[in-house]
């Protein structure tokens, strides 16, 4: 199944975050992003997941052309 990059948008309000961050995710579709976003935040941000399902939705995705793990790649949450 193909494989896409996600670069995903998560606003946290204060005071947790000034302004959130982003996640760069790669899955197969909306859902396991969103599975794997909250598995690594572990709950930290579950207040949140309201907006980032949304978010997935509307965030930026580009097919990648080999074979991947699903995986978060990288977060950046201020």
Not at 44 to 70: H, Q, T, W
Request: glycine fraction near 6%; charged fraction near 25%.
């Amino acid at each position: 199944m193909a494989k896409f990059l996600y670069i995903v948008d998560h606003f946290v309000g204060f005071p947790q975050s000034e302004y959130g961050g982003v996640w760069n995710v790669i899955a197969e579709n909306d859902d396991e992003c969103f599975d794997l976003i909250s598995e690594v935040d572990n709950g930290d941000y579950e207040g949140c997941y309201v907006n980032l399902r949304n978010n997935i939705v509307k965030a930026p995705r580009f097919a990648l052309a080999d074979a991947v793990e699903s995986e978060v790649i990288d977060r950046f949450i201020t």
